[in-house]
Structure formats: C-alpha cells, structure tokens
C-alpha cells in the first residue's frame, strides 16, 4: 500500500516566509536600479542642456559684432553691453542671421541672454535695429539657475565686471573674452568664452 505524503502547514509557512523575503529583497534591488536609472536620465538631460547653451552661447560670441544698435526710442546702444535690469545679462550685436528663404533682409540679429525666475533664456530679434521691444524669438535653455556672473576681458588683459567698461563706454568696442559662472542645482560652473 502506497501512503500520499504532502505538506505539513508548518513546511508550507516556511516556503511562504522565504518566498516572501526573497521577493523583497528583489523589489529593494529592483527599485534600486530604476532610481539608479532615473538619476543617470536626468544627470545626461541636465550635461545635455548645458552643452546646448554654452554651444549656443559659444557661437552668438564668435559672431558678436562691434555694431551698435538702436532701442525703440532710437537711442544708440553699445555693440555689447551687461543688462542693468536685474534679470538682462547680456545683449550684443551678431552676425550670421539664417535666411533660408530668402528675403531681402540684414544678416544682423540682435540677441539678448535673461536670467527670469530660474530659467535662463536666450531671446533674440530680427533686426538689430528693433523698432518695438518684444523679442521675434525666446527659448529656454536652463531651469533651476541659482545666479549666474558674467566677467569680460578687456584688451588690455585686465578683467571688467561691467561692460562696456565704466572707465571707457564709448570707446570699448567688443572684449576679448567672456567668463560665465552659473550656479545651479548641480553647483557651480565656470566657462571662458572667446569673442575675437
């Protein structure tokens, strides 16, 4: 005579107890991995975003012209010049407007870098002489920008923190360099931009 063996309740509660702890522990390293995914996501979004402005803002410098410009009211404005409002960090004149369409206008455009709640923008108008104040174009580059502070090198190799340098509006034309320190939520950068 065969005797049907099966399971005690007490073997069943122990299976149950292991399965159990092994599908925790799966689920710690499982959620362990998706965050570890997440981070390295929005770390390449952020090396992204900041490699598209300093690209950006690499190539408006190379094209800076020494043309001034006129505001609404036609008053003449410097080639260059650090905002003063608060939030305008710096406007200049560049060359190399794209046309692909062909029409009859200036390869001037005049480009203008704010720091607005945070977000650090590049706007940007058609003419560099602009007959109202509001930009033909705006994007947004950064978000969660603590303070940025632009310095620029004059061409005598002295740094300016103001330009066109107080000591000398008239006549200072375009600086040498730009030096840009951005502190955000991933601390704190520093980038040296050439400009002729």
Not at 47 to 52: C, D, E, F, P
């Amino acid at each position: 005579m065969i005797r049907a063996r099966g399971f005690t309740l007490l073997e069943l509660l122990v299976a149950l107890a292991i399965f159990a702890i092994m599908g925790a522990m799966a689920y710690g390293g499982l959620n362990s991995v998706l965050r570890a995914a997440d981070g390295s996501r929005e770390a390449a979004d952020t090396l992204g975003r900041l490699q598209l402005t300093f690209g950006l803002l690499q190539r408006d410098l190379l094209q800076a012209v020494d043309r001034p410009a006129r505001d609404a009211y036609g008053t003449e404005q410097p080639a260059m010049a650090r905002g003063r409002d608060g939030e305008t960090l710096i406007r200049f004149t560049r060359l190399g407007q794209r046309n692909p369409a062909g029409l009859a206008r200036a390869s001037l455009q005049r480009v203008r870098y704010r720091l607005v709640g945070g977000d650090l923008l590049r706007e940007w108008w058609a003419h560099a002489d602009r007959g109202d104040e509001a930009p033909t174009g705006r994007r947004r580059l950064l978000r969660e920008v603590e303070t940025v502070e632009l310095r620029f090198l004059d061409g005598a190799g002295r740094w300016q923190d103001q330009w066109p340098p107080l000591d000398s509006p008239d006549s200072a034309g375009l600086p040498a360099a730009v030096e840009l320190r951005l502190t955000g939520k991933g601390g704190e950068l520093r980038r040296l931009f050439r400009v002729r």
